[in-house]
């Protein structure tokens, strides 16, 4: 490839991803899907603009050297010591059993050697991380139940990976050589390659970051950095083994170090760039002609793994990871596809000729529509439980209690601090909480007062003696479900005192349309004490500090009220927020003014 197809190549990228990837993010889809549609796009299948798929991959292959690096980094041991169950028990069970299923269906009914088989099952028992993690934090359900039984098999999955890179080229000597096993040589000269640069990484690597660190130069940390990665991938291959592999060994090496946020910092930009580059040359490699010629087949293949892998992973999220069934069936939708992990596994495979290029064709087709189903799948998935968890799998409990002065809706972090200064003064009160994991996990710590039930339901209220209290406490962290439990309230209670958590200015605004009276936004109170604590910081007197405080919470609470008139029409919303800048502004000007006219006077 020389300068000027080099240049021409680039732009084609870039645009494409430019275009692409804001398109599928707008819609929900995830940047990973937009890499995979601009490569399909872009490539020999469809215009033709990039033809040279070989050289795109190869330059792309660091981006996985690099995303390896990176999690090598944050498997520190003390993290998958705290997660060890969830992540060597529930992760070891999907693996493995997933593995063995569809390795089982490659072999008896795709006619795969053995040797295929392994590795074919392995691969596709691998879900996305990349597709996993950022569909879990779009929509805000990274710390649920089933959020993190999934970002724990997910961790596995990405420890499964290395032994699985490893065995590719083993395997594929033993074929060369025409044997049924492994030769022990191989396997020996392996064992020392790991076994060495573990050892050398302990003796060398943070004596050489910490020499590294005198320069102070941003440019020669992230060169060393650079140099560490592809170092040990350098010597790894030399090894005959993968490069990634010796990436994620060097990642490892410096998980616990004093230096690992500066690398992971350092390495991001690199890694999101080039990994954008593999998932565009994957979208290149996909055969649209395949589809065109063997629809059904290919059709058949991603319901067949999608279905194998879902049908599975639900039982092991009920039995194994105690989730309730809405969350197995979430849990299956998020963890159901292929994964990135089995591009690079599939590519070695057929670079060893443990499969052909024809079924490794097939299969990266599979598992490119899988991944790209799969944010439909959980939206999918999310709409199918929705009723279902409304009528939870447990049966709400019977509320058995004296008089109650205060009903509190939610038992997270705020409903739990309010819980304990009422049962400190001895005011008696109610809680009820819709998660069954939060109430059994309350209860461990002395949470009597504590049941569990929907506190949007009237049946529920009623129990609780809605009707006796004096004051409702809503906590609950669902900005939609809170405003359906503050319409009930105020309708069927309207005697009751509504305290309720507000997201913010918008949730404010429609909590104040249904009558509730000053909502709490959940940080305002606390970014205005961290902002005291910046000015304290930076040696303003404590009575100046209160002062601004204070100045800044009455105006914004003003503005709040003005805003509440208007809050439908933006273009208010937006010329009310510039005048209240300019006036905190000239009210910060004249305090100040007036603080020097004192202290002159003194």
């Known amino acids: 490839m020389d300068g000027h197809q080099f240049l021409e190549t680039a732009v084609v990228f870039l645009l494409a991803t430019v275009i692409a990837v804001p398109l599928t993010k707008r819609f929900r889809l995830g940047a990973v899907l937009g890499f995979l549609l601009a490569g399909v796009v872009i490539g020999p299948s469809m215009l033709g603009l990039v033809n040279d798929t070989e050289g795109v991959a190869t330059i792309s292959d660091f981006g996985v050297v690099l995303m390896l690096f990176v999690i090598g980094l944050e498997l520190s041991p003390s993290r998958l010591w705290v997660m060890r169950r969830a992540v060597f028990g529930s992760g070891t069970l999907q693996v493995i059993v997933c593995a063995l299923a569809l390795g089982a269906i490659g072999y008896y009914l795709f006619g795969l050697t053995w040797k295929a088989a392994v590795i074919v099952g392995g691969s596709l028992a691998l879900s996305s991380t990349a597709f996993g993690l950022q569909i879990l934090a779009e929509r805000k359900e990274a710390g649920t139940a089933y959020g993190r039984q999934a970002f724990a098999i997910l961790l596995f999955q990405d420890l499964a990976a290395i032994p699985l890179i490893a065995a590719v080229p083993l395997l594929g000597g033993a074929l060369a050589r025409d044997t049924h096993a492994p030769d022990i040589m191989s396997i020996a000269r392996v064992v020392a390659a790991i076994f060495g640069v573990i050892i050398g990484g302990r003796l060398v690597l943070r004596h050489v970051f910490r020499f590294v660190a005198r320069a102070k130069s941003a440019e020669v940390s992230t060169a060393t950095a650079l140099l560490v990665v592809m170092g040990t991938a350098w010597l790894m291959e030399l090894a005959g083994l993968s490069s990634t592999l010796g990436a994620f060994l060097a990642g490892l090496l410096l998980a616990d170090s004093e230096y690992r946020h500066e690398l992971e910092s350092n390495i ?164 009820l909480e819709s998660s069954v994991e939060q109430v059994e996990t309350s209860r461990r710590f002395g949470g009597t007062s504590l049941f569990f039930g929907d506190p949007g339901r009237p049946e529920m209220l009623r129990a609780a003696q809605a009707d006796k209290a004096a004051v409702f406490v809503l906590a609950t962290d669902d900005p939609e479900a809170n405003l359906r439990t503050a319409r009930l309230v105020r309708r069927q209670f309207p005697h009751l005192k509504i305290v309720a958590r507000a997201r913010n200015r918008q949730h404010v605004f429609r909590l104040m349309d249904i009558g509730v009276d000053d909502p709490v936004r959940e940080t305002f109170y606390s970014s205005l004490m961290m902002t005291r604590h910046v000015l304290e910081a930076l040696d303003m007197p404590p009575e100046v500090v209160e002062a601004r405080i204070a100045r800044f919470r009455k105006l914004d609470e003003q503005v709040l009220r003005q805003q509440y008139l208007v809050y439908d029409d933006d273009a208010a919303l937006v010329q009310s927020s510039k005048e209240a800048l300019n006036d905190l502004q000239h009210l910060f000007e004249a305090d100040a003014a007036e603080e020097r006219e004192r202290a002159e006077e003194k």
């Open 268 to 431: 991001e930009p690199f890694k999101g760039l080039l990994l954008g580059l593999f998932f565009i040359s994957v979208g290149m490699s996909v055969d649209l002609q395949l589809l065109y010629a063997q629809p059904w087949v290919v059709i058949g293949m991603v319901a067949a793994l999608l279905a194998v892998k879902a049908l599975l992973i639900m039982p092991l999220g009920r039995l194994v990871g105690g989730l309730t069934n809405a969350d197995s069936v979430r849990l299956a939708a998020i963890l159901a596809s292929g994964g990135e992990f089995a591009f690079v596994v599939l590519n070695l495979a057929q670079q060893q000729r443990i499969i052909t290029e024809p079924q490794r064709g097939l299969m990266v087709m599979t598992i490119s529509l899988s991944m790209a189903l799969t944010p439909l799948l959980v939206l999918l998935a999310s709409r199918l439980v929705h009723e279902r968890a409304r009528k939870p799998d447990r049966a709400f409990d019977q509320i058995e209690t004296d008089t109650p002065r205060v009903i509190i809706a939610g038992f997270g972090r705020m409903g739990q601090i309010v819980a304990r200064v009422l049962r400190a003064q001895g005011i008696p009160f109610v809680a």
